[in-house]
């Protein structure tokens, strides 16, 4: 078996160590011998996107956010098209503000996002959510929980499935302690860490996805040796948990 | 005149500094807040007292820099005020001269935070500022050096009799150059083609976003570069180091200036280090030292405090070094990397806020080691001991290498008694004072 894993902008999104989370996705496929290949989508080079198997969108600063709108308006239909289509996407941060309808800039105004999905994310005039986080996802995963560090100005306001519902920290918004969402194998998620090496059942999950859209009958993973992973997981769990 | 409130403040500061002494709390900010709290202008006196105030601001390099500063003028006169502990935001400052005992000073040195230079320049006018870089730091909490970059700007722009001495050699302090102040430039005309490490290298120009071209490279987004759009680049620099020949544990360094060229040993390793003595290098030359003054000194700089200190435990060598982002960490490992030497590395990553509490910038940082057969043991600790243990086996390092244990005493304890011929000893901020203390007992008591 064989997957490509698209990383969108990796010279422009990569704010928060989001970069270990392609890595994670690697590893993981490599590690039980699937063949992986990892495939940037730039500024300079566009390999075609319905190639891709697992798609991943990082954050960057303002300006770079701005750069990326730019450029990617020509291709959002196309990954539009694909979200539909039940491809798998992790979009993490000012990524996963990028593909709603709106997000803000530097100095707090409103300005439109992709619009590939309908959530927007909005100044509020209230101050950055900074903190540890832990969620209870409401993807059907074991162990059922996230964890991670969350870092936003904005607040993302959705009808979506969230990702999960905040155990600890503040997600989404200040009102309705969800935090990302879920759309088909679509995920946005404010969670830095980086998520997936911290949370390696959400990158199984990707993976799982991604192998049954291209290969139909694959029913689980083979289980890896995630001492540490699960070290690091619990005892993040025991530091911050409540 | 005799300003009473200020006064006050003094002795308020140096009455806390005493009870701090009782309670037996190192509390270096403390004084210098209290002091603010009765007289905010109380920095004021800073700059009345000194001759001359000299500021090292930029991301990297700052207590390092400030330390070899203080020594290579210290060789001329004993009468500088200093923050030499790094506490350096306002009230540290502050501290420094609640702490001072003499009447007048011939320099003032600063080590300035980035982001505190603005509050500090009200009340005092450095003559000299030195920039040296800017990086992400991992208490980069709005993901952007944009803004801090922008402030420390507008804040010079405010301070046009100061001399700027900048390292053109990163595109974002190069920007300074555009100030109308008097203006020194260094720089390493070096091509060192490392590993690039894309999240730490910068590929568009601060001023109009085009794209830069590299014609060579040092590390990070230092090199020689070029926009391809609006022509923004690295000029000549007025001081430059022109070679470099790493030694075991020192390094052989050329600085080039004029029609001048120096060849000198400095006790330290490490490219950054190549930094902070050129840097320390132009500023000396600007207050007229001479060439033979300032090497002389550099050649027998020994620094403690847990920057890059080494000391002897059984025939072996330890050596604890603070890492506290990722070019740090990144240029860290770098350093290991070229040592031939046998070694076990200990990690100690901590949380606190000083530290950064989002620890993913360790994911930010290049941190395989070269040479990995001469490596025996990672001991990861420090509260998130299992967060650099998992970024270490991500780096491929085999498994039972990776020694786990949150105590860093025990792990100290462990791993000294390592078969090698050195322990890096790499603490995170909060951790760097105990870490150090901690072997210095055990080496003493041996
Ligand atoms: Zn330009």
Redesign the interface.
């Known amino acids: 078996m064989e997957l490509n894993i698209y990383h969108l902008y990796p010279e422009h999104l990569n704010l928060y160590g989001d970069l270990g989370n392609v890595n994670c996705l690697k590893r993981r496929c490599l590690e039980r011998g699937i063949e992986v290949n990892v495939v940037n989508f730039t500024d300079d080079e566009k390999p075609d996107l319905n190639d891709g198997d697992i798609f991943f969108i990082g954050g960057g600063s303002d300006r770079a956010q701005q750069l990326v709108y730019k450029d990617f308006l020509q291709y959002k239909d196309v990954l539009k098209e694909l979200i539909e289509e039940g491809r798998a996407v992790l979009a993490v941060c000012g990524g996963y503000q990028l593909l709603g309808t709106s997000f803000i800039d530097k100095q707090g105004n409103n300005i439109p996002g992709l619009s590939i999905l309908d959530y927007e994310s909005k100044y509020t005039g209230d101050k950055r959510i900074i903190g540890n986080i832990i969620i209870e996802t409401t993807l059907n995963l074991e162990p059922n929980k996230l964890v991670g560090f969350e870092n936003h100005g904005a607040r993302t306001y959705s009808k979506y499935q969230p990702l999960g519902n905040v155990l600890v920290g503040r997600g989404n918004n200040d009102d309705d302690m969800k935090e990302g969402i879920v759309y088909k194998n679509y995920i946005g998620t404010y969670l830095h860490g980086p998520v997936l090496p911290k949370n390696p059942h959400l990158a199984d999950h990707l993976i799982l996805q991604a192998l049954r859209n291209k290969y139909g009958d694959v029913e689980s993973l083979e289980p890896l040796d995630d001492e540490i992973e699960n070290k690091a997981y619990e005892k993040f769990i025991k530091l911050y948990g409540k | 005149m005799v300003n009473v409130r200020s006064m006050i403040a003094l002795y308020a500061g140096k009455f806390s500094k005493q009870v701090l002494k009782l309670i037996n709390s190192s509390g270096t900010a403390l004084p210098g807040k209290l002091a603010l709290r009765i007289d905010n202008n109380f920095l004021d006196n800073i700059e009345e007292k000194c001759d001359t105030v000299i500021m090292v601001t930029g991301t990297n390099g700052k207590t390092t820099t400030n330390n070899l500063l203080n020594h290579v003028i210290g060789t001329r006169t004993d009468k500088i005020l200093s923050n030499l502990k790094g506490a350096n935001m306002i009230q540290g400052i502050a501290t420094t001269y609640v702490n001072n005992t003499k009447d007048h000073y011939d320099y003032g040195i600063f080590e300035v935070d980035e982001g505190t230079l603005r509050s500090v320049t009200r009340y005092v006018k450095p003559d000299y500022i030195l920039v040296s870089n800017f990086f992400?730091d991992q208490l980069d909490?709005?993901?952007?050096i944009?803004?801090l970059v922008e402030d420390v700007y507008t804040t010079i722009e405010k301070l046009p009799e100061s001399t700027l001495i900048l390292n053109v050699d990163d595109p974002l302090v190069n920007k300074f150059t555009q100030l109308p102040n008097k203006i020194i430039k260094f720089g390493l005309d070096l091509d060192l083609d490392e590993v690039q490490n894309?999240?730490l290298s910068m590929?568009?120009c601060p001023l109009c976003?085009g794209k830069l071209q590299y014609s060579s490279h040092v590390y990070g987004h230092f090199g020689n570069y070029e926009c391809d759009k609006c022509g923004f680049k690295r000029p000549n620099p007025d001081f430059v180091v022109s070679n470099l020949e790493e030694k075991a544990s020192s390094q052989m360094i050329t600085i080039d200036y004029g029609d001048e060229e120096l060849v000198f040993e400095y006790p330290y390793t490490g490219i950054y280090n190549a930094y902070n003595v050129l840097g320390v290098f132009t500023v000396c030359k600007q207050l007229g030292l001479s060439d033979d003054e300032i090497v002389s000194a550099m050649g027998d700089f020994s620094f403690h405090l847990g920057r890059m200190e080494e000391m002897e435990y059984k025939g072996k060598i330890i050596k604890v070094i603070l890492t506290k982002n990722p070019i740090g960490l990144t240029q860290v490992i770098n350093m290991i990397s070229n040592d031939e030497r046998s070694k076990t590395v200990v990690h100690i990553l901590n949380d606190n806020p000083a530290d950064g509490?989002?620890?993913?910038?360790?994911?930010?940082a290049y941190t395989i080691c070269e040479r990995e057969e001469t490596v025996l043991h990672y001991y990861c600790s420090g509260?998130?001991?299992?967060?650099i243990?998992?970024k270490k086996?991500?780096d491929n390092v085999p498994?039972d290498k990776?020694k786990?244990n949150?105590n860093f005493k025990e792990i100290i304890d462990t791993a000294i008694e390592d078969d090698v011929e050195i322990v890096y000893v790499l603490p995170t901020y909060t951790a760097v004072f105990e870490t150090r203390d901690y072997i210095e007992n055990v080496v003493k008591s041996n």
């Open positions: 992400r909490r709005f993901g952007e944009d803004n894309s999240s590929k568009n976003e509490e989002d620890i993913s910038w360790i994911w930010d509260i998130r001991a299992e967060d243990a998992l086996k991500y498994l990776i786990i949150d």
